[in-house]
């Protein structure tokens, strides 16, 4: 694999809708940096499943994966709580997570040339998509401010959706997510913790900030 040198490579970690989507944008326009919100891939592919349910096998993910680019990330279908489900059911599965593995490592370690380097979001990117991250960090709120958030986001983009809906995939999601056996959800010894829970997006965004300029100063 093509590893560019001297780049900036930041990994995040986090359960879903915890805020670290939104923060990872901020810190990437900031610094610079190819921002890949790594779960679109698994929502993409839990699409292609529900599009294509009779083609839907390796070799079929594979063709997809081998054409896919991050503007296949803005598909606004990908955006529903069902899709979200479905792709941590995929998640599971280590052939596909396998195939979307090269897909994100090449753009951690091989950004196009115009940026600083990388940020990436998901679930095992600390510790299995980008180990040697220079910044890692693991961002959390509680779950009802997770739902929240989430149940607000979806109301916003039209979904007909109750809270308490929400509440209960948001759940099943962190089960699925932190239990699974293959690259599940769990901060890693060296991430840095930030709970969003009572933050404003300002405040998080200057938290993160506050700690890599302090570093790269060093
Ligand atoms: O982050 P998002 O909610 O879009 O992710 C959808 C699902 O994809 C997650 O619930 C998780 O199961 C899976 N995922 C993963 N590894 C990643 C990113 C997402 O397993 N790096």
Known sequence: MIKRKNILKIAIDSPAAAGAGTLA????????????????????????????????????????????????????????????????LI?????????????????????????????????DITYKIVPDADFKFFITANTKTRAMRRYKELR????????????????????NDYNRKISPLKKTKDSILINTTKLSKRACFLKIKKIIDREMQN
Do not use: W
């Open 156 to 175: 916003n983009l039209k979904k007909s959706i109750s809270y308490n809906d929400v509440l209960k995939s948001i759940k099943n999601r962190d089960k």
């Open 25 to 88: 944008k901020a810190i990437s326009k900031y610094y610079n940096l190819i921002y890949v919100d790594t779960g679109k891939a698994y929502r993409l592919i839990a699409l292609y499943k529900i599009m294509f349910p009779k083609k839907f096998n390796l070799k079929f993910i594979k063709k997809k994966i081998n054409k896919l680019t991050l503007k296949d990330f803005n598909n606004k279908k990908l955006l529903s709580d069902e899709i979200g489900t479905e792709a941590s």
């Open 91 to 123: 998640a599971k599965n280590k052939s596909i997570r396998k195939l979307i593995h090269t897909f994100q490592t090449k753009l951690a370690y091989n950004p196009p040339k115009k940026y600083n380097g990388s940020c990436l979001d998901g679930r």
